[in-house]
């Protein structure tokens, strides 16, 4: 066979740096992992009065939950969907919602909007509240694509039948003693029910949510009083305004 005398030409790469000049997180190595789906599970999200997705993880551990030995996970995907669940491909949205760090005791597997900061031996993980905010709209995200239905009527019911049962046990318990709990815990309710009454046809056509002989119109982000006025981003902003009316 003719050999072929051609130039070829290589750009290479830039070389690691030595392991003692890498930031290596001072976490424990954690496994890739994909977010799940069910349709029975959803969270409360206080902060905005929003019911949005409760995901699980399918993590990629060999030899755990039907991973094999290799690291395949076709058999835990199988056996996740049988009990419900939906896995969500890390590119679902586009940009994959997992990054890989590296760490002292192997590589670590976190959301790409939590940002790890080391401190000295001390590696902190807990999510800011902007970074919570990141992942929720992540989650609105996902509805808004069609990729998560919105809750079946009967998952907000019982999840109105929990927190009517937690307030008033906390209001027998306590009663009078802690106000603010007690406020918190029947404001909690209140949002559930609303989120409840917005999932019925009359309300998604725009009817809008009554509250003290005034009407909430519109979505998150847009909420109106009375359909007119100033917009607000949250259901409390909007309750607030009616409040000063």
């Not at 939906?86 to 790409?112: A, M, Q, S």
């Not at 409840?196 to 009083?225: D, N």
């Amino acid at each position: 066979m003719a050999r072929s005398f051609a130039a070829t030409t290589s750009a290479g790469t830039v070389p690691a740096k030595p392991r003692e000049k890498q930031v290596l997180l001072n976490l424990p190595a954690q496994p890739p992992w994909e977010y799940m789906h069910h349709p029975a599970r959803w969270m409360y999200v206080p902060s905005t009065g929003e019911v949005l997705p409760d995901l699980g993880k399918l993590k990629h551990i060999p030899g755990v939950s039907g991973v094999d030995k290799n690291g395949s996970t076709v058999l835990a995907r199988l056996s996740a969907e049988r009990r419900g669940w939906t896995v969500l491909p890390w590119d679902i949205l586009g940009d994959p919602y997992i990054r890989r760090h590296e760490g002292k005791h192997g590589p670590v597997h976190l959301p790409r909007w939590l940002q790890p900061k080391q401190i000295g031996s001390r590696c902190h993980t807990d999510p800011s509240a902007e970074q919570m905010e990141t992942y929720y709209q992540f989650l609105r995200d996902l509805m808004a694509a069609g990729h998560i239905p919105p809750p079946d009527d009967t998952v907000l019911e019982g999840m109105v039948d929990l927190q009517r049962t937690r307030h008033e046990r906390i209001l027998q318990r306590i009663g009078d003693q802690h106000p603010q709990k007690v406020a918190r815990e029947a404001a909690k309710l209140e949002e559930l029910q609303e989120n409840l009454a917005a999932s019925a046809p009359l309300k998604a056509a725009g009817a809008g949510r009554p509250y003290k002989g005034h009407r909430i119109t519109g979505a998150r982000g847009s909420y109106q009083v009375d359909g007119k006025g100033t917009k607000h981003r949250i259901l409390k902003d909007a309750r607030a305004a009616i409040d000063k009316l």
